[in-house]
């Protein structure tokens, strides 16, 4: 493959652990890489650390990088921690969006719909992911923007459970997704921060159980889990 820009594979690394085409937990190999992206090894380790500084892999001493882990600890922490910093992102974003930022989110929307409309999980996935980091940018808060843009990483690997309805129940929550998001711009441009909260949880609560299924099938105890990765350090 030609050389491709230090940005270019960034973004495509990120695309590909986001879509699960790089499963959660996979050693990558670094020489693979390298080849596929016509970068030597430096570069492209300055690139891995720049992923795991964003959360999408883990490196460890003399282990290589690793896609970040989606393990029940993880998972546990994830869904106790989203619905608190969605809640207050979206607060800022009404108090804080400019109207250059509202158009931005409207055409998001407009393409969140559309792949939804057309079946397309992973793209469903990748445009709801744009949808909440445009919000997050509106928040102008660094910290809570931090936290957004970790908690998207795991958020857009599992919410392509979601986008792949397996009735037509399913598909009506999807649908129902895409108004709670036409809902939630109306009450950004309202500046109105409560009923931006309000449809914020909401709008968690109606994905939640679906994205929880992702983990359900694992049947190790938290405290296994922990003591299994301790053994092996």
Not at 11 to 37: Q, Y
Not at 123 to 136: E, K, P, Q, S, Y
Not at 201 to 224: A, G, K, N, T
Request: charged fraction near 25%.
């Amino acid at each position: 493959m030609p050389r491709v820009s230090k940005e270019a594979c960034l973004d495509e690394l990120k695309l590909r652990i986001l879509r699960m085409e790089l499963e959660p937990g996979m050693l990558l190999d670094e020489a693979s890489l390298a080849a596929h992206f016509g970068l030597s090894r430096t570069p492209l380790r300055e690139i891995l650390q720049r992923l795991a500084g964003d959360g999408y892999l883990s490196i460890r001493e003399n282990r290589g990088a690793k896609v970040a882990s989606m393990d029940v600890t993880t998972m546990r922490t994830f869904f106790q921690t989203a619905p608190m910093v969605y809640a207050n992102i979206s607060r800022l974003a009404a108090e804080n969006r400019t109207g250059a930022q509202l158009s931005d989110l409207q055409r998001a929307q407009a393409e969140f719909a559309n792949c939804t409309s057309e079946g397309d999980a992973p793209a469903a996935a990748l445009c709801n992911h744009r949808f909440h980091a445009l919000i997050g940018e509106m928040a102008q808060n660094p910290y809570l923007v931090a936290a957004l843009n970790r908690l998207l990483i795991d958020h857009t690997r599992l919410s392509q459970t979601f986008y792949r309805p397996a009735g037509p129940r399913e598909a009506s929550l999807v649908t129902r997704a895409s108004e709670q998001h036409d809902a939630l711009i109306c009450a950004i441009d309202a500046r109105d921060g409560d009923l931006a909260i309000e449809l914020t949880l909401q709008h968690w609560d109606l994905s939640r159980d679906s994205i929880e299924r992702f983990v359900r099938p694992d049947p190790l105890p938290v405290d296994l889990v922990a003591r299994k990765e301790k053994d092996a350090v």
